[in-house]
């Protein structure tokens, strides 16, 4: 139903031959990773059995979900130290500009992230959590897990009884695992959902080695691609995320600061840290 709402809401402009042609093969192609998914043997269960112990792990606490635009060179990050926090894709790189690591890795994109920087991802140490279609070009080590969506944006409160919902973006995905970790209140930081680009939504841009919509300028190299974003596809998951949180009477913010997202009430960062 919320993937029907979401193609009649569409601009029609927006829905380009070649759009319509990948979405059609990404359902066909998906056949297959819903078999292996659902497969009740081997790593299949495995992987399930340890995205189950992550099932109100946090309950009543606080986290932070940080996004990777280029405001969060504008914040202290040392003040999340002592925080739960989620990160995503390249954050990684954060490390060496000002030592922070999130407490969690999330990385969905398969094309864009998981396939250019394979490598990467696969030694990173941290808790992390992958797409599940491409978990046999990972080394499946003990702090690898592996995360099945749909093409719905349907907000999903446990991934192991409802697939993911797709919003477009790796950060609906971390929304929806952070309310199966049980995090009461979330805040998202780093979503500048401003991009610097005239591309069509999801079509591909081809990187000059000098990224703008990144917290670096080096977060694709030259000849490296990304999608443009789909501005109207992610609000709409945004919408349900903040509908799921509210009417399980937790707290989801945006503490970006001159973030362009509207969905969520503002909230400023250095605040959260005040003592009562």
């Known amino acids: 139903m919320e993937g029907i709402k979401r193609l009649l809401s569409f601009n029609i402009k927006d829905l380009t031959f070649g759009r319509v042609v990948r979405a059609i093969l990404r359902r066909i192609g998906n056949i297959w990773y819903l078999g292996t998914w659902y497969f009740?043997?081997?790593?299949?269960?495995?992987?399930?059995?340890?995205?189950?112990?992550?099932?109100?792990?946090?309950?009543?606490k606080r986290c932070f979900i940080v996004c990777n635009g280029p405001s969060l060179n504008k914040m202290d990050l040392?003040?999340?130290?002592?925080?739960?926090?989620?990160?995503?894709?390249?954050?990684?790189?954060?490390?060496?500009?000002?030592?922070?690591?999130?407490?969690?890795?999330?990385?969905?994109?398969?094309?864009?992230?998981?396939?250019?920087?394979?490598?990467?991802?696969?030694?990173?140490?941290?808790?992390?959590?992958?797409?599940?279609?491409?978990?046999?070009?990972?080394?499946?080590?003990?702090n690898q897990h592996f995360l099945k969506g749909r093409f719905a944006p349907t907000f999903s409160k446990d991934p192991l009884k409802n697939m993911l919902g797709n919003g477009k973006t790796v950060t609906y995905i971390c929304i929806q695992f952070a309310f199966y970790m049980g995090f009461s209140e979330v805040y998202i930081i780093g979503k500048d959902h401003s991009y610097d680009t005239n591309v069509k939504p999801t079509n591909v841009v081809i990187s000059d080695g000098n990224d703008l919509n990144h917290f670096s300028p080096k977060y694709y190299k030259p000849g490296q691609k990304w999608d443009a974003p789909d501005y109207h596809s992610e609000e709409l998951a945004y919408r349900l995320a903040k509908k799921a949180f509210e009417d399980s009477g937790r707290i989801i913010k945006d503490a970006t600061p001159n973030g362009k997202l509207d969905i969520f009430e503002k909230v400023d960062f250095n605040q959260l840290f005040k003592k009562a």
């Open 40 to 60: 009740p043997f081997g790593f299949s269960k495995l992987n399930k059995e340890k995205i189950r112990k992550f099932k109100d792990i946090h309950a009543g």
């Open 78 to 142: 040392s003040l999340l130290k002592d925080e739960y926090t989620i990160g995503m894709n390249r954050i990684y790189l954060m490390e060496e500009i000002n030592n922070f690591r999130p407490s969690y890795l999330f990385c969905y994109d398969k094309a864009v992230q998981l396939m250019q920087f394979t490598e990467e991802f696969d030694a990173v140490d941290m808790t992390c959590f992958y797409n599940w279609d491409l978990n046999n070009i990972f080394s499946k080590k003990e």
